[in-house]
C-alpha cells in the first residue's frame, strides 16, 4: 500500500502498526520515526550536526511561535525554513491551533491582570475557572494574545495555511481547536464539527496556494495533514477520523488529549477509521512506552518537547528506567548515562562530567542531555521499526515495555 | 632558541614579538595563540568540537571553580581535566589567585550582607571602600569565602600547586596575589615581595609532586609557569620579572592591572625582562588590538572570557568592528556575520537567524556567536602568526589595527 509520499514496507500481524517511509523534498523519514521539536526554528541547545547525530531525520517547528518572532515573512524572504535554521533534511510545522489555545490561557494566568481581565471575551467556559481565557473562537477563527508581549491577533484556517506556506515546511497541518481535557461532551462534539469545516477551508486555501506555488516553481510541494480530534470519546474520535478520511489530506495528525495509562486505545479508534496508505503522526506524544504503544496502534511519527524539555532538567532516559542527574550519587560516578548506548554523550562524558554541568548551571549540560534523549527515543524507534521488519515486534515490545 | 617545551621560530624584526610552537603531551600550541577560556571544564556552550572547528588548539580553565565544584580530588579519579571534559588538546588552568580575590570582594558585594560583615577580617585596605572584603591574605596564603555557598576555605602557594596536579593541565600557574588597580604604590611592592615568596614554594611543592608522579608514572609531566605582577609601574613590572625570572619555571603568565590604552607598553617592560627562550601567557586580555600590541611585545599566548561572554550579550566582532546582533536592523540581513569568515557559524547561518535566536532567547545563539568570535580571534592571531613567518608582521599590523 502506498501514496504519493508514503510507503508501507511491513505490517505488525494483527495490528494496525507499520513500518515505512516518508518521502519528502528534503529527503525521507524512516518509520516509525520520533521527530525533533524545533519551536522556534532552533531544537533547544543543538545544532543541527547534534540533531542527526543522534538519528534525529526531521524536524518540527511551531508556527505560533514563528508567526510571532521572526514572522513567517522573514523566514520566507531567508529561503524558508530549511535554509533559516540550517536544516537540510525534512521538516514539519504545526498549525499554531494548539499554541493559540495553550498559550493564550497560560498568558491569561500570568500576566492577564496588567492587561486588564475582558469578561467579555471569555468563550470557552470548560477551560480553567481560575483564568480569564484570552483566545475568542468563533466559527471564522480565533481571537488571541501575543504571548510575547500581549498585542492582538486572529488565526483563521486560511491564515494558518498561508503562514505555513510562507514558512515552507515539507508537511503541514490543518487548523484546528484543541479543547481542553476537561471540556464537556456537547463542547467537544461542537468544537469537532467546527475543526471539521475548518479542514475543508485549509485544503481549499492549500489548493489556491499549491496552484500560484506550480506556476511560479519556487516552491518545494508542501503536503498537508488533516488533524484528529475527539479526545478521549471513542464516538468522537471515530466520528472525527472518518469525517477527515472524507476530505483530500496527505496524511494525519492526531491531536488532542489522551487518557493518560492507555493513549494505545484511543489512537487504535482513529486509526481504525483512517485510510491505511497514508502517513499518521501522533502531535506531542513522547513518553517512550506511549510510543511503543502508538507504534503498535498505526502511527507513523512522533514530535514532542518531553524528550529534550527533561533533559534540560536532568531528566535522563535509559533502558532501564530514568535517572535524575542531579542526584548526588551521580557526582562520583565515571560511566556513561548508558552503558550500551551509542550516542555522543554517551561515547564521550561520563555521568559525573555531566552532573557538574548540570549543578555547574552549564549551558553544555542541556546539550549534552538532548543528545542523549533524542538518541534514545531516535534508537528505540528505530529498533522497533527493525522488529516490525523482521516480524518480531511483539517479541520486542515484550523485552523492553516493562523498563520503561 | 628553544626550551624543553617551547621553540621560536622566527622573530618580528626590531620588536621582542615571536613565533613558535609550545609542546605538551597533548599537541603543539602554534604561537601566537589564543587560547578558550573553560572556567568549570567547559568552554561555554561549545562542545570540544565546535572549540577545535573555530581553530583554537588549547582551553585555559580556572583553578578556583573546579576547587569548589565538582572538586579537584572528582577531576583526578575521571582521570584529570583532558578526560573529564573531553578535551584531548592542550589544557592550562590558573591558579586561582586571580578569582579568591576578585570573587572574595565581589560575594560581598553580592550577598555579604546575609551572612554578616565581618569588620576584623578586612586586610586589604586598598581595595574599594565600599565593600567589606571577605578576602584575609596573610604570609602563608589567604582565607577566602567560597561564591558557591559563602563557606570557607584557604588557598597557600602548596594548596594550589597540590590542586593543579590533581587536576592535571599541561601548563598550570603560580599562585600570586593580583592586587587591585588602584592599590598604592607601597601595597603593590608590599604584595609583589610576597608573590615572589609564593613562587619559591610554588616550585619546591611542584619539584616534589613532580617526583612523585614520576615514581608513579601516572601522569605526563606538569610545566609550570611563575607569574609576572606589578601593575602599572615599570619599576615593579621590571622588578617582578627580573626576580621570577631567576627561578626555574618553564615558562611566564604577565598578571595584574593594565592601563587600557597601552597594554603593549606594560608587556614590553616585562618581556625585555624575561628570558627569551622561554614561553609567555598573557593572563584575561582578549581584545583584538589589545592582543595585537601584545604580540608585537612579546607575548606568546593570550586567555580571556572576553570573546565568548561578549558573544553571549550578542556582541560579535568583525575586521570591520564590533556589531550588536540585537541591532534591528539585523532582523532582516540575510548576509553572515562577517563576508569572509570561513568559521561555521558564517558558512551556515545569516545575521537574521542568529538575531531571531538572540531574541528569541535560545541557547544555540551563544553556541553560534561564541564560535564566530573564538574563530574571529584565532584567525587574528594565526595570521599574526603568518605574518611573523614571512616577516611582514608590521605590514599586518598597519593593515587591520585601525579597524578592530
Redesign the interface.
Known amino acids: 500500500m502506498s501514496s504519493d509520499i508514503f510507503k508501507i514496507e511491513k505490517k505488525i500481524k494483527g495490528r494496525l502498526g507499520r513500518a515505512g517511509v516518508i518521502k519528502t523534498s528534503h529527503g525521507e523519514i524512516h518509520t516509525p520515526a520520533f521527530i525533533a521539536v524545533g519551536t ?3 531544537v ?4 543541527p550536526e ?1 540533531i542527526k547525530s543522534a538519528g534525529i531525520e526531521a524536524v518540527l517547528a511551531n508556527t505560533y ?1 514563528l508567526y510571532l ?2 514572522g513567517h515573512k ?1 523566514i520566507q ?3 524558508g525554513l530549511h535554509k ?3 536544516w537540510s533534511g525534512p521538516t514539519m510545522t504545526d498549525s499554531g491551533g494548539f499554541q493559540v489555545f495553550s498559550l493564550g490561557a497560560d498568558y491569561d494566568k500570568k500576566i492577564g491582570k496588567i492587561i486588564g481581565k475582558k469578561a467579555g471575551e471569555i468563550d470557552d467556559k470548560k477551560s480553567d475557572k481560575t483564568a480569564v481565557s484570552l483566545v475568542k473562537i468563533d466559527e471564522e477563527g480565533v481571537d488571541f494574545k501575543s504571548v510575547v508581549d500581549g498585542s492582538s491577533h486572529r488565526f483563521t484556517p486560511e491564515k494558518s495555511i498561508e503562514i505555513q506556506n510562507y514558512i515552507g515546511a515539507d508537511s503541514i497541518f490543518a487548523f484546528d481547536e484543541c479543547p481542553p481535557a476537561d471540556a464537556s461532551y456537547e463542547y467537544q462534539k461542537t468544537s469537532l464539527e467546527r475543526t471539521l469545516r475548518w479542514a475543508t477551508r485549509c485544503l481549499d486555501k492549500h489548493r489556491e496556494l499549491k496552484v500560484k506555488s506550480e506556476k511560479s516553481k519556487v516552491k518545494s510541494p508542501q503536503s498537508l495533514f488533516g488533524i484528529v480530534q475527539g479526545g478521549r470519546i471513542e464516538e468522537l474520535r471515530r466520528l472525527s477520523a472518518k469525517e477527515t478520511t472524507k476530505m483530500d489530506f496527505d496524511g494525519f495528525g492526531i491531536g488532542g488529549s489522551f487518557n493518560k495509562n492507555d493513549i494505545g486505545t484511543a489512537v487504535r479508534w482513529v486509526n481504525e477509521e483512517l485510510p491505511e496508505e497514508k502517513p499518521r503522526h501522533l502531535l506531542g506524544i513522547g513518553e517512550p512506552a506511549d510510543i511503543i504503544g502508538a507504534i503498535e496502534n498505526g502511527c507513523d511519527t512522533f514530535d514532542c518537547v518531553v524528550p529534550t524539555r527533561m533533559a534540560r532538567n536532568g531528566a535522563l532516559w535509559t533502558r532501564r528506567g530514568r535517572i535524575n542527574i542531579l542526584n548526588s550519587k551521580y ?2 560516578d ?1 560511566k556513561p548515562i548508558e552503558k550500551d548506548c551509542g550516542c555522543y554523550t554517551c561515547q ?3 555521568r ?2 555531566i ?3 548540570f ?2 548551571k ?3 549540560s ?2 549534552l542531555a538532548s543528545i542523549h534523549n533524542l538518541a534514545f527515543l531516535a534508537k528505540l524507534v528505530r529498533e522497533a521499526r527493525g522488529a516490525i521488519l523482521d516480524g518480531k515486534f511483539q517479541e520486542f515490545k515484550g523485552k523492553i515495555i516493562h523498563d520503561l
Chains 1, 2 share one sequence.
Not at 44 to 47: A, E, N, Q, R, T
Request: no cysteine; hydrophobic share 35%.
Open positions: 522556534q526554528a532552533t533547544k541547545s543543538l545544532s547534534q511561535h518572532k521572526p522573514i524572504k531567508a529561503g533559516f535554521m540550517n557526582k562520583n565515571f564521550n562524558y561520563t559525573a562530567y552532573s557538574h554541568l549543578r555547574s552549564e549551558m553544555f542541556a546539550t
